[in-house]
């Protein structure tokens, strides 16, 4: 298998890249890990030069098999469509491109940006999302405490990448969990307490030890706070 010097060693993604060079050949331009090292399965983007109906059915044989390995089912995309699509998603490829890993191939991010505009836009959508979520599900768990803990663990994960995309826009580069709580309770004036107790579901749901019903009050108030902040953000 053939990868630029210096790559990452594919791991349990070794099966679909060995696949991809199969099916793309030197269509396949770049393969990428992305995301935590340790996710199971562990996520990845091939960046080809097209993309056919052909190409869809043969990884769709191959999938069950990618599965099995660990690995998640790769986002294919023409470098053109991931570059044109920066303003459209720049939270979800924005987190590509800092946390990437190469694996095969030339680096397929160079020269690409993400507007502070656009991730600004994009912040907003998330936050106003998750606050509504949070009221409208908080209403359809009538109470039952079990859901309420699920309601809060299940939405930290997004919380989480909110908070470390907005200090992205204020120039914070955060690379540890005590860096996003840092950030939040400085500009956005969070309470620490309370990012500290999603932060940690975020992480863990099973291990945190925090009480996810207790939490959800001051929770809610938080991203209400992270509402009105996103609102009128201005860069430092």
Same mark, same amino acid.
């Given at each position: 298998?053939? +990868?630029?010097? %210096? *790559?990452? +060693?594919?791991?349990?993604?070794?099966?679909?890249?060995?696949?991809?060079?199969?099916?793309?050949?030197?269509?396949?331009?770049? !393969? #990428?890990?992305?995301? *935590?090292?340790?996710?199971?399965?562990?996520?990845?983007? /091939?960046?080809?030069? $097209?993309?056919?109906?052909?190409?869809?059915?043969?990884? =769709?044989?191959?999938?069950?098999?990618? +599965?099995? =390995? &660990?690995? =998640?089912?790769?986002?294919?995309?023409?470098?053109?469509?991931? /570059? &044109?699509?920066? *303003?459209?998603?720049?939270?979800? @490829? &924005? $987190?590509?491109?800092? $946390?990437?890993?190469?694996?095969? %191939?030339?680096?397929? !991010?160079?020269?690409?940006?993400?507007?502070?505009?656009?991730?600004?836009?994009?912040?907003?959508?998330? #936050?106003?999302?998750?606050?509504?979520?949070?009221?409208?599900? @908080?209403?359809?768990?009538? %109470?039952?405490?079990?859901?309420?803990? &699920?309601?809060?663990?299940?939405?930290?994960?997004? !919380?989480?990448?909110?908070?470390?995309?907005?200090?992205?826009?204020?120039?914070?580069?955060? +690379?540890?969990?005590?860096?996003?709580?840092? @950030? /939040?309770?400085?500009?956005?004036?969070?309470?620490?307490? #309370?990012? %500290?107790?999603?932060?940690?579901? /975020?992480?863990?749901?099973?291990? $945190?030890?925090?009480?996810?019903?207790?939490?959800?009050?001051? @929770?809610? =108030?938080? #991203?209400?706070?992270?509402?009105? !902040?996103?609102?009128?953000?201005?860069?430092?």
């Amino acid at each position: 298998m053939d +990868h630029a010097p %210096g *790559d990452t +060693h594919p791991g349990p993604l070794a099966v679909a890249l060995y696949d991809l060079q199969q099916i793309f050949g030197p269509r396949l331009q770049a !393969f #990428v890990a992305y995301g *935590d090292a340790d996710a199971s399965p562990a996520p990845s983007l /091939a960046l080809v030069q $097209s993309i056919s109906a052909d190409d869809l059915a043969a990884c =769709a044989a191959r999938a069950s098999s990618w +599965h099995r =390995a &660990g690995c =998640a089912t790769p986002l294919l995309l023409t470098r053109d469509e991931f /570059a &044109g699509s920066l *303003d459209a998603f720049p939270i979800e @490829y &924005g $987190s590509i491109i800092d $946390s990437h890993r190469l694996l095969f %191939g030339a680096n397929p !991010f160079g020269g690409l940006e993400i507007r502070d505009e656009d991730l600004r836009r994009a912040c907003e959508v998330q #936050v106003k999302s998750l606050l509504v979520h949070l009221r409208e599900d @908080y209403i359809e768990c009538r %109470g039952r405490a079990a859901d309420v803990n &699920g309601l809060v663990a299940d939405s930290a994960p997004a !919380f989480a990448q909110l908070l470390k995309r907005l200090a992205r826009l204020d120039d914070v580069v955060c +690379h540890t969990t005590a860096d996003i709580a840092n @950030y /939040a309770s400085g500009r956005p004036r969070l309470e620490p307490r #309370v990012v %500290g107790d999603v932060l940690a579901l /975020a992480r863990n749901t099973s291990a $945190s030890g925090v009480d996810a019903v207790k939490l959800y009050p001051d @929770y809610l =108030a938080a #991203v209400e706070s992270l509402w009105r !902040f996103v609102d009128r953000w201005r860069q430092a």
